[in-house]
């Protein structure tokens, strides 16, 4: 049985499509490529906005007019939020996101796919690396029990739950037994792990740093509250990588009030100044909604100051935009899209700025980069990698072992030409 994994949207949404791929795999099922011909397809969709519910209704209406002998399975929160209107879409089966973790299972019992363990491929490489990727994310935690106003993930993923500490760690051993050096974990509310249990995210991640020997831990998207007391302390194994990405979403309390978030501007910088007091080179990158209904021209000056003051490393800018079945859709005073498409503007113009400063205040600094592609050896230019701390650089390959899932230690030497990523050099180590 071929099976196809296409999966939008956030990084739980991969995360589950890669464990998918494992469990197929397991069960003598081979995994194939996005282009190559199968007979059975699984989506993973999103919609997380309306555009992201036309991109997963066109992958399926695409997938089955290309493949119509093949079998369609349907999950993920278009599918939580809207099964009925899948029906007739040539869908063979809804699976929704409660019942996630058991799509395998659910999917060999209800289309009659007969499991053949003796014919699972025992090679030891993770599929990751047939598809171009060295770094892995592992689903920790699901679901929220908050309800910011903008958010349907909320609705969609359900109350908080969280994976037991040993299966995580059992995942992450098999990943790093299949060859990856790095994994990231996510959540949809990561900092609400072990909500449902006595635990709590630094217990976790103190145990698969113990207990596991990946080289690189990352942690996936942190809502910046709810994080554990003794959280800092977790950056002293240095495996713990020190970049931390925390949805912000407004710099205005006016407006986060009106987003329902529960962290304001002054607590933000709090705890940003905490962590770059304890973490030396922490990088914080962000999340900024633009143009949340009611955000008149004071909330977005405020915006502009709280982001320079904070000094992201990176901003995701994200243009607001109505989303049905959420309060923040009803609300008045909606902002009209040329004031959205300036304010996006004058955002990525500032953020551009802020990381060309930040990478420039990295040269002369030595790095360990985990180059990106595969491990082929293949002779290139240069290859593309990320320091522990998150910031993209190009190391020049004219060293010999400078390829794919590697641990090079490099000296950033400049900026590359697009201004967006620095130049790395490899150390050469005395012969
Ligand atoms: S905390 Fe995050 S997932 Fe939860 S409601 Fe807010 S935006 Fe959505």
Same mark, same amino acid.
């Given at each position: 049985?071929?099976?196809?994994?296409?999966?939008?949207?956030?990084?739980?949404?991969?995360?589950?499509?890669?464990?998918?791929?494992?469990?197929?795999?397991?069960?003598?099922?081979?995994?194939?490529?996005?282009?190559?011909?199968?007979? #059975?397809?699984?989506?993973?969709?999103?919609?997380?906005?309306?555009?992201? /519910?036309?991109?997963?209704?066109?992958? #399926?209406?695409?997938?089955?007019?290309?493949?119509?002998?093949?079998?369609?399975?349907?999950?993920?929160?278009?599918?939580?939020?809207?099964?009925?209107?899948?029906?007739?879409?040539?869908?063979?089966?809804?699976?929704?996101?409660?019942?996630? =973790?058991?799509?395998?299972?659910?999917?060999?019992?209800?289309?009659?796919?007969?499991?053949?363990?003796?014919?699972?491929?025992?090679?030891?490489?993770?599929?990751?690396?047939?598809?171009?990727?060295?770094?892995?994310?592992?689903?920790?935690?699901?679901?929220?029990?908050?309800?910011?106003?903008?958010?349907?993930?909320?609705?969609?993923?359900?109350?908080?739950?969280?994976?037991?500490?040993?299966?995580?760690?059992?995942?992450?051993?098999?990943?790093?037994?299949?060859?990856?050096?790095?994994?990231?974990?996510?959540?949809?509310?990561?900092?609400?792990?072990?909500?449902?249990? =006595?635990?709590?995210?630094?217990?976790? /991640?103190?145990?698969?740093?113990?207990?596991?020997?990946?080289?690189?831990?990352?942690?996936?998207?942190?809502?910046?509250? =709810?994080?554990?007391?003794?959280?800092?302390?977790?950056?002293?194994?240095?495996? #713990?990588?020190?970049?931390?990405?925390?949805?912000?979403?407004?710099?205005?309390?006016?407006?986060?009030?009106?987003?329902?978030?529960?962290?304001?501007?002054?607590?933000?910088?709090?705890? /940003?100044?905490?962590?770059?007091?304890?973490?030396?080179?922490?990088?914080?990158?962000?999340?900024?909604?633009?143009?949340?209904?009611?955000?008149?021209?004071?909330?977005?000056?405020?915006?502009?100051?709280?982001?320079?003051?904070?000094?992201?490393?990176?901003?995701?800018?994200?243009?607001?935009?109505?989303?049905?079945?959420?309060?923040?859709? %009803?609300?008045?005073?909606?902002?009209?899209?040329?004031?959205?498409?300036?304010?996006?503007? =004058?955002?990525?113009?500032?953020?551009?700025?802020?990381?060309?400063?930040?990478?420039?205040?990295?040269?002369?600094?030595?790095?360990?980069?985990?180059?990106?592609?595969?491990?082929?050896?293949?002779?290139?230019?240069?290859?593309?990698?990320?320091?522990?701390?998150?910031?993209?650089?190009?190391?020049?390959?004219?060293?010999?072992?400078?390829?794919?899932?590697?641990?090079?230690?490099?000296?950033? %030497?400049?900026?590359?030409?697009?201004?967006?990523?620095?130049?790395?050099?490899?150390?050469?180590?005395?012969?």
């Amino acid at each position: 049985m071929r099976v196809k994994l296409l999966s939008l949207g956030c990084r739980l949404n991969e995360a589950e499509s890669e464990d998918w791929a494992d469990r197929f795999q397991a069960q003598g099922c081979q995994v194939v490529g996005d282009e190559d011909p199968a007979d #059975l397809i699984v989506i993973n969709t999103c919609a997380v906005t309306q555009q992201a /519910v036309r991109k997963s209704r066109q992958i #399926l209406r695409r997938s089955h007019r290309v493949n119509p002998g093949a079998r369609l399975i349907v999950s993920g929160c278009l599918a939580a939020l809207e099964a009925e209107s899948l029906a007739g879409e040539g869908v063979d089966l809804v699976v929704g996101n409660q019942d996630k =973790d058991r799509l395998v299972e659910i999917a060999l019992d209800a289309l009659a796919i007969p499991s053949m363990p003796e014919l699972a491929i025992t090679n030891d490489a993770s599929p990751l690396f047939t598809r171009g990727r060295q770094r892995a994310f592992v689903k920790v935690q699901d679901g929220c029990r908050y309800r910011c106003t903008f958010c349907i993930t909320t609705q969609a993923r359900g109350e908080e739950r969280s994976r037991p500490v040993s299966e995580a760690v059992a995942a992450i051993t098999r990943l790093h037994r299949a060859g990856l050096q790095e994994v990231v974990l996510t959540g949809v509310h990561l900092g609400g792990y072990g909500s449902d249990t =006595d635990g709590d995210l630094a217990a976790l /991640v103190s145990r698969i740093l113990a207990e596991t020997e990946i080289p690189r831990l990352r942690l996936g998207s942190l809502e910046p509250w =709810d994080l554990p007391d003794d959280f800092w302390g977790l950056f002293a194994d240095a495996r #713990l990588m020190p970049h931390l990405h925390l949805p912000l979403q407004s710099g205005s309390d006016h407006v986060l009030r009106r987003m329902a978030r529960r962290c304001k501007t002054d607590e933000f910088a709090r705890l /940003v100044a905490r962590g770059r007091a304890l973490i030396p080179d922490l990088n914080i990158t962000t999340d900024i909604i633009v143009g949340f209904p009611g955000e008149d021209v004071d909330d977005w000056r405020r915006t502009l100051a709280f982001a320079e003051v904070m000094r992201f490393g990176h901003i995701h800018v994200f243009s607001y935009s109505p989303r049905a079945g959420t309060l923040a859709a %009803t609300l008045p005073d909606q902002v009209d899209a040329g004031t959205k498409r300036q304010r996006c503007q =004058d955002l990525q113009a500032l953020a551009v700025r802020m990381k060309g400063e930040i990478l420039r205040a990295q040269i002369g600094k030595r790095a360990r980069v985990l180059c990106e592609g595969p491990d082929d050896g293949e002779r290139r230019e240069s290859r593309f990698g990320y320091t522990p701390n998150y910031l993209p650089v190009h190391v020049v390959a004219d060293a010999p072992g400078v390829t794919g899932n590697r641990l090079i230690d490099v000296t950033l %030497t400049g900026l590359a030409a697009s201004g967006d990523a620095m130049v790395g050099q490899p150390v050469r180590r005395p012969e």
